[in-house]
């Protein structure tokens, strides 16, 4: 069974940094390695975004509102993802999601839970 987990969030200050991760398991590495990866985030009353994604090829793309502050990356013989956050913002406060994505472009994977990140104001 494919399973998400993401960990690292909590309190963040405005200003400082925090370093999500992402663990996937129930699949192969190739099932990981050979697939675009995202990060997403929902903020309370709001949809699920897109926040950053990296390419099997570690080509990455981001929200505007991240660009410059936050580097996704992937560790994929390990099966992690890595969202690095910098220069955190309180709007950047949000629950974090990982997924892969189908060829489509829609979630590849059932939803983890996510994790938390605080950016008081």
């Known amino acids: 069974q494919v399973q998400l987990v993401e960990s690292g969030g909590g309190l963040g200050q405005a200003g400082g940094s925090l370093r999500l991760s992402c663990a996937a398991s129930g699949m192969t590495v190739a099932a990981f390695a050979t697939r675009t990866l995202s990060w997403f985030r929902q903020a309370p009353g709001e949809e699920r975004e897109f926040v950053a994604s990296?390419?099997?090829?570690?080509?990455?793309r981001y929200v505007d509102s991240v660009k410059g502050r936050f580097t996704i990356s992937r560790d994929s013989t390990r099966k992690l993802l890595y969202l690095q956050m910098n220069t955190l913002k309180p709007e950047d406060t949000a629950d974090y999601y990982c997924n892969g994505q189908t060829n489509s472009g829609t979630p590849m994977w059932t939803w983890g839970r996510g994790t938390q990140v605080t950016v008081p104001s």
């Open positions: 990296i390419t099997i090829n570690g080509r990455t």
